[in-house]
Every structure is written in structure tokens, then in C-alpha cells.
């Protein structure tokens, strides 16, 4: 089936430009993940979805970012006034259900530049 | 400190050669750990789960030291295609994945 699909794959936007990306995950999967890895670094956690649902948001790294998720599926990340230091690459990552016991598929990423 | 912490390597072995390294994790309270795998400019993909026996998966073997609060992961007879970034991955009791850094291994004819 589908894997976890991610739009567009590369976005190159001038400072202070609002920013979209999207993430498609794999159907059935209720379980969303939007990370961010910085060139030479780990992955950095931004914000999880339980469905529509996203209980915790403590892990975007400014009011500048925000997230949605729509019908269970579909999840757009949002970044408004974009710095320099958002460059990097956005990852999405679903499971069937929140973590722990289930492997996360990751989609292949938005590199995101901003200049 | 890093919740997740290890060794970036790189680890350059000729082929075939056995090539080990560990992670490290300061949370107590972990659940679940694993090690994932990620080839330059792609995405993570999980290699395997670490389970507190230990487990082998072909030529990985994954060990769990909750005592010491370290993971690992051992390649035996490298190949080519090992040559990639090894992510140790821990998870708590809530849903986030907190992944190290990663260790590069490059596997020379």
C-alpha cells in the first residue's frame, strides 16, 4: 500500500514568508508525527496527533508554528514570518495507534529553505 | 544533558568486519527502544526493536541495559549497504519518540 506521502518535497522561501506543508499518512493510521532535523542533528519532536486531536504541543519551537489535522487524515504544518533558522528538513511519521508498541512509517520529508 | 545520547562516529570498518556501538538514555522511566536506520537524505526507517532479552534480527543484535540505561547494536560480517546513520530511538510513558543524534557507520570494500 500507499506509504506516508509529504508535499511539496522541496520549498525554497524568502524571510518572513508564511510556509505550508503537508503530510498524507498511511490510511488507517491514527497516530501523526511532525518532526524537524537540522543538518547534522536528530530528530527534533515538534507536535503529535491522536486523530484530530493533538494533545500536546509543547514541542514547536515557536508561536510562529502551528498544525492541523483534518478527517483523521490529511495534517498541514504551518509556519508563519519563516526564519533562517527554520531551515531544515520537516519530517511526518504515522502509526496505526500512539506509539510504544507500533513502528513509526516516516514520509520522505520537506526540505525547507528559507533565505 | 540529552535525553538521548550517542557516539557520532563515524565508525569505517572493511567488509565483513564486526562493528558495535551503544546509546545512552538518562530517562529511567523509558518504555520501549529501538533502533532505526537512515541513509543520507532519506527518511528514518525502522531497523529493529530492542527488547530487554535482547534480540537478533539476521546479523543485528540489539541489547537492553536498563541498569545501565544503555542500548546497543552489533553488525556482524558488515556489507556495503550497512553504510548508513544508526538512530537509537527511546520512548517514555507518554507518545514521543526521542531520537539521538545518530552514529554513522561506513562499511570500505
Known amino acids: 500500500g500507499a506509504g506516508v506521502s509529504q508535499s511539496p518535497s522541496n520549498k525554497v522561501t524568502e524571510k518572513g514568508k508564511d510556509v505550508e506543508l503537508r503530510c498524507d499518512p498511511i490510511?488507517?493510521?491514527?497516530?501523526l508525527y511532525w518532526y524537524r532535523q537540522s543538518l547534522g542533528q536528530g530528530l527534533e519532536f515538534l507536535i503529535y496527533?491522536?486523530?484530530?486531536?493533538?494533545?500536546?504541543k509543547s514541542g514547536l519551537p515557536s508561536d510562529r508554528f502551528s498544525a492541523e489535522r483534518t478527517g483523521g487524515s490529511v495534517s498541514t504544518l504551518t509556519i508563519q514570518r519563516t526564519q533562517q533558522e527554520d531551515s531544515a528538513v520537516y519530517l511526518c511519521?504515522?502509526?496505526?495507534?500512539?506509539?510504544?508498541?507500533?513502528?513509526?512509517?516516516f514520509g520522505p520529508g520537506t526540505r525547507l529553505t528559507v533565505t | 544533558r540529552k535525553e538521548v545520547e550517542q557516539d557520532p562516529g563515524p565508525f569505517n570498518v572493511p567488509e565483513g568486519a564486526t562493528v558495535a556501538f551503544n546509546c545512552t538514555y538518562s530517562n529511567s522511566a523509558s518504555q520501549s527502544f529501538f533502533w532505526y536506520r537512515q541513509d543520507c537524505r532519506k527518511e528514518p526507517k525502522l531497523l529493529m526493536s530492542v527488547y530487554s532479552s535482547g534480540n537478533e534480527d539476521g546479523r543485528f543484535t540489539a541489547q537492553l541495559n536498563r541498569a545501565s540505561q544503555y542500548i546497543s547494536l552489533l553488525i556482524r560480517d558488515s556489507k556495503l549497504s550497512d553504510s548508513a546513520t544508526y538512530l537509537c530511538?527511546?520512548?517514555?510513558?507518554?507518545?514521543?519518540?526521542?531520537f539521538g543524534a545518530g552514529t554513522t557507520v561506513t562499511v570500505r570494500a
Open positions: 530511538v527511546v520512548t517514555n510513558a507518554d507518545y514521543k519518540l526521542s
Open positions: 511519521a504515522s502509526s496505526r495507534t500512539p506509539l510504544s508498541l507500533y513502528e513509526q512509517y
Open positions: 496527533f491522536q486523530g484530530n486531536s493533538a494533545p500536546d
Open positions: 490510511s488507517g493510521h491514527t497516530a
